[in-house]
């Protein structure tokens, strides 16, 4: 090999190895700031600051855009706001009965309409969205998503395994694409799978490494800031 050939391929492994260096310590970084089990005082100290992009976010907006278009994340979303506080009348006939449920308000619709925006815009994939059989998770999914959800029995609110269920899918993330979880998330404070004492109506909770990382917490109206703060977005 002559020495200019030397030279380049000499600059080539230094610039990955930067690369990869890089990687790490970003990854660190997250795991310390960020860690599994999550502290909820720390969650509850980290509020919007005036003029941020997104709720809460442990990255820039290009990282957290640059992640997610990657893939190997599960994204968890409370659907929007329905009508009767969720307080179903009859939630033992969730299988064919609307009417006994509390289902999305024209408000719910919209934060649907305005995720499903976000992450098409954003070209942000997703490989499979799955909900609750409750009608405002599954419509919530269908409106944002433009699919049929795959329906799971065991993410419906009555169900006492829930959280666990939440677990399998925070540890089950796709390569190279995203899954979508469409719950309910009321208040899973014991094993505190959001992070937080409950998930807002419509927000969407970003997780990586099996479920041990929070990367973001994103509002329905903040998938808009997101796409004006990434240069070409």
């Known amino acids: 090999m002559q020495p200019r050939s030397w030279t380049l391929a000499l600059s080539m492994a230094a610039a990955l190895a930067v690369s990869l260096t890089a990687a790490r310590a970003e990854d660190t970084a997250l795991r310390q700031t960020a860690a599994w089990p999550p502290d909820p005082e720390a969650m509850r100290e980290s509020v919007r600051d005036e003029g941020a992009v997104v709720a809460w976010s442990a990255l820039d907006p290009p990282a957290l855009v640059d992640a997610l278009r990657r893939g190997g994340l599960v994204m968890l979303v409370r659907h929007g706001q329905a009508a009767g ?15 006994a449920q509390g289902n999305l308000t024209s408000t719910g619709k ?75 998330l009321l208040a899973p404070t014991t094993a505190q799978i959001s992070q937080l004492t409950e998930l807002g109506d419509g927000h969407v909770a970003i997780y990586r490494a099996g479920g041990s990382i929070l990367l973001a917490l994103i509002a329905p109206t903040d998938w808009a800031r997101l796409i004006e703060a990434v240069p070409g977005g």
């Open 110 to 184: 919209e934060q649907a309409r305005l995720i499903g925006d976000g992450v098409r815009a954003l070209g942000i994939p997703v490989a499979k969205v799955v909900a609750s059989p409750y009608y405002r998770a599954r419509d919530f999914a269908e409106i944002a998503f433009r699919v049929k959800p795959v329906v799971a029995a065991d993410l419906g609110p009555e169900n006492p395994g829930q959280v666990d269920a939440y677990k399998r899918y925070l540890d089950a993330p796709p390569a190279g694409s995203n899954l979508v979880v469409v719950g309910h």
């Open 85 to 99: 506080n969720d307080r179903d009348s009859a939630p033992w006939r969730i299988a064919g009965d609307r009417r």
